[in-house]
């Protein structure tokens, strides 16, 4: 029980980074400094493509409502009932007399 005290206040004062075998602790510990790091940049980039997805959300829905709008109003302009508003000013009127088909016969 003794030894296992002196490990913990070897690990507690350091002592197992000044060592001769130091070089191999100073090896995992550089290797596990560098897996975190690498783990809190993915984590990181990973939150702000999250980020950027919701705005990306968000602009799309902003852009179908546009949309939508847009096309709303592009039908109400195309009924021909809009249509005989806006020329009515200008003195037109829809044809009374039927529309006649023309037939071009070309003889050789």
């Known amino acids: ?3 296992n ?3 913990i206040y070897d690990v507690l004062r350091g002592s197992f980074l000044t060592d001769e075998s ?8 550089f290797f596990v ?5 690498v783990m809190i940049w993915s984590s990181h980039s990973a939150d702000e493509k ?7 959300n968000k602009v799309k829905r902003e852009l179908r409502a546009e949309y939508v709008d847009t096309s709303t109003i592009l039908m109400r302009m195309k009924l021909e009932s809009a249509i005989r ?10 044809a009374e007399d039927p529309p006649q ?3 071009v016969i070309i003889k050789e």
């Open 1 to 3: 029980m003794k030894q």
């Open 5 to 7: 005290a002196g490990g």
């Open 22 to 29: 130091a070089a191999k602790n100073w090896r995992v510990i």
């Open 33 to 37: 400094v560098i897996l975190l790091l």
């Open 50 to 56: 999250v980020v950027k997805i919701a705005e990306l």
């Open 85 to 94: 508003k806006k020329v009515k000013a200008s003195g037109l009127s829809p």
């Open 101 to 103: 088909k023309i037939k």
